[in-house]
């Protein structure tokens, strides 16, 4: 038994030193594909995985493979060994194993045109009105449900035309992180154009996962990037990473 035990563990091993990572490739300065190469994701998620991986002997190709919506159902069917990035919801968790602590806790700001501002103090008052976000967004898994069954919401593609729409009128706001809404529209020069409503739908945090179909997918090995997850985040390492790269991400670097 020892020695099958052995073998099962030496397997694993050598099936875990490469990963295949994706992400929301709409998340500056978290994920953004590299303006080098289009088909790599940069940013202060990759960039913090890769310093988890490392000591531990694995690499990873954090690649962009298209929509958020494909990236989760590459990884629902095991064609990624992990996700860069993901919110809880009670889905995902019948394809995704969740990493422990969360890498970042973020806020959701509803965002409005400068000058159409309305009154926002609980979901509520955004029914009767139109929003707009990405497909396959999620901001936590009881406003996921109260959004279905209350509220008009437009889903797109990439949160440039989500703002794209509300500058148009066409909509009346905007569900987006407020950190990642901060640096998109810094970068796109549009800072003044829109405003966060000051209280935040939700604060979810934003995790590593992997897919339970992954080979690599195993208790000793999650284990390994959690401890390592752990040591960086409560070390401070994440923000200086979101600082790095959100310096990076609006000079165009």
Excluded at 126 to 148: E, H, P
Excluded at 161 to 177: G, K, N, T
Excluded at 179 to 201: C, M, N, S, W, Y
Aim: hydrophobic share 40%; with cysteine; glycine share 6%.
């Amino acid at each position: 038994m020892l020695s099958l035990m052995d073998t099962d563990a030496s397997a694993n091993e050598t099936a875990c030193k490469h990963l295949l990572v994706s992400g929301n490739a709409e998340y500056p300065p978290l994920l953004w594909q590299s303006p080098g190469n289009p088909d790599e994701l940069v940013g202060a998620v990759p960039a913090l995985l890769k310093e988890i991986l490392q000591p531990l002997g694995v690499t990873a190709d954090i690649r962009h493979i298209g929509s958020w919506a494909r990236v989760l159902r590459h990884a629902e069917t095991g064609r990624l060994d992990m996700v860069a990035g993901a919110f809880m919801t009670r889905e995902r968790f019948q394809f995704m194993d969740y990493m422990l602590p969360p890498i970042v806790q973020l806020p959701t700001a509803v965002w409005v045109p400068k000058g159409k501002e309305f009154l926002y103090r609980h979901w509520p008052d955004l029914r009767g009105k139109v929003g707009s976000t990405v497909i396959g967004n999620s901001f936590g898994q009881r406003f996921d449900q109260y959004a279905q069954e209350n509220l008009h919401l437009e889903y797109v593609r990439s949160i440039d035309q989500s703002f794209a729409m509300a500058s148009a009128r066409r909509i009346d706001y905007v569900l987006y992180e407020k950190l990642q809404g901060q640096v998109a529209l810094a970068r796109d020069r549009k800072a003044d154009e829109f405003t966060a409503l000051d209280t935040p739908i939700s604060q979810e945090g934003l995790f590593f996962t992997f897919s339970k179909k992954s080979p690599c997918n195993t208790f000793e090995f999650r284990e390994k990037v959690a401890d390592r997850l752990y040591q960086l985040v409560n070390s401070g390492r994440v923000d200086e990473l979101v600082s790095e790269y959100t310096d990076r991400y609006v000079t165009g670097g």
